[in-house]
């Protein structure tokens, strides 16, 4: 019913950026906060950043004055600037969005991830 796709993943050395980007698709009639998490191997997902519909923001401490979140919400798509990324940053990201899809349902909804590894 609902898909979010990510892009933007890759490989990069300590220092470098990369833009994370997700667009949801299928039965929406709104999606209300949107967000990026991570894993790393080993560890539990945990937050990276977080945006409401309202454009309200939630970010990570680690993350934090070099990660960016911003959301087209006519585009139904969330992105994650990273700069200054450390090797501590190489997880598997993961997009999540709460939807509430066209039979009123709320669900939660993740994409497949994409890989991020900051070399050093």
């Known amino acids: 019913q609902v898909q979010l796709v990510e892009s933007g993943g890759g490989f990069v050395q300590a220092g470098g950026s990369l833009r994370l980007a997700c667009a949801a698709s299928g039965n929406i009639y709104s999606i209300h906060r949107m967000g990026w998490y991570r894993q790393a191997p080993g560890k539990q997902r945990e937050l990276v950043a977080t945006?409401?519909?309202?454009?309200?923001?939630n970010y990570a401490d680690s993350t934090k004055g070099r990660f960016t979140i911003s959301r087209d919400n006519a585009k139904n798509s969330v992105n994650l600037q990273m700069n200054s990324l450390k090797p501590e940053d190489t997880a598997v990201y993961y997009c999540?969005?709460?939807?509430?899809?066209?039979?009123?349902?709320?669900?939660?909804?993740w994409g497949q991830g994409t890989q991020v590894t900051v070399s050093s």
């Open positions: 999540n969005a709460i939807i509430t899809i066209i039979t009123d349902s709320l669900g939660n909804y």
């Open positions: 945006i409401t519909s309202g454009g309200s923001t």
